[in-house]
């Protein structure tokens, strides 16, 4: 069964840091989908918790240069 967490995305000001925060985050194993909406500095991530969890997604974000937070 697959989780949904949503993270705060702080940092993002043009599509393209949407862009590659949702390429970055898809390169992960276990990723069924990933939707970043740069308006409101948000990402919602759906995976499977048997290859992937939202500490490794939170990381790489983070790693593409923004500031994220787990929300719910
Ligand atoms: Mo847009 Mo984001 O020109 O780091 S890609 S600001």
């Known amino acids: 069964e697959e989780s949904k967490v949503l993270f705060s995305v702080i940092g993002m000001t043009c599509a393209a840091c949407a ?8 390169r992960l194993p276990g990723i069924k ?8 500095n948000r990402a919602q991530v759906m995976f499977y918790p048997a290859f992937v969890n939202e500490e490794m997604i939170c990381e790489t974000i983070e790693d593409v240069g923004f500031q994220a937070t787990m929300i719910k």
Do not use: F
């Open 33 to 40: 989908e990933a939707v970043v909406d740069v308006l409101n």
């Open 19 to 26: 862009g590659s925060v949702e390429k970055a985050v898809k």
